[in-house]
Nanobody
Framework: QVQLVESGGGLVQAGDSLRLSCTTSGITFSQYSMAWFRQTPGQERELIAAIAWTGGSTYYADFMKGRATISRDNAKNTVYLQMNSLAPEDTAVYFC???????????????????WGPGTQVTVSS
């Protein structure tokens, strides 16, 4: 059974940093590209960052460039998202997602990912 479980969310103040983790099981983690998305009520899920299965390339949404770092630890089957300089508009539910290395699709399309975590709430107060 495939499971992705996010952790590290919570309530922070504007300007703070936060590190999210997503631990996986049931997949050969090293063979999967991983991504972080976020979603607010009434809005579509949007990509924050993605990291290739090789770990050799990363992709960031424009709104997060310079403020976020995605990384992976294959030994721990875990992907991380370090976010800095958080602002109230970053308040959302944050999801991690996985797709097999053979998928040829834009990282930004949620439809390209086969497995998702339940999400973790991040709330940034002003």
């Amino acid at each position: 059974q495939v499971q992705l479980v996010e952790s590290g969310g919570g309530l922070v103040q504007a300007g703070d940093s936060l590190r999210l983790s997503c631990t996986t099981s049931g997949i050969t983690f090293s063979q999967y590209s991983m991504a972080w998305f976020r979603q607010t009520p009434g809005q579509e899920r949007e990509l924050i960052a993605a990291i290739a299965w090789t770990g050799g390339s990363t992709y960031y949404a424009d709104f997060m460039k310079g403020r976020a770092t995605i990384s992976r630890d294959n030994a721990k089957n875990t992907v991380y998202l370090q976010m800095n300089s958080l602002a109230p508009e970053d308040t959302a539910v944050y999801f991690c997602a996985a797709r097999f290395r053979g998928v040829r699709d834009s990282y930004s399309r949620p439809e390209g990912y086969t497995n998702w975590g339940p999400g973790t709430q991040v709330t940034v107060s002003s």
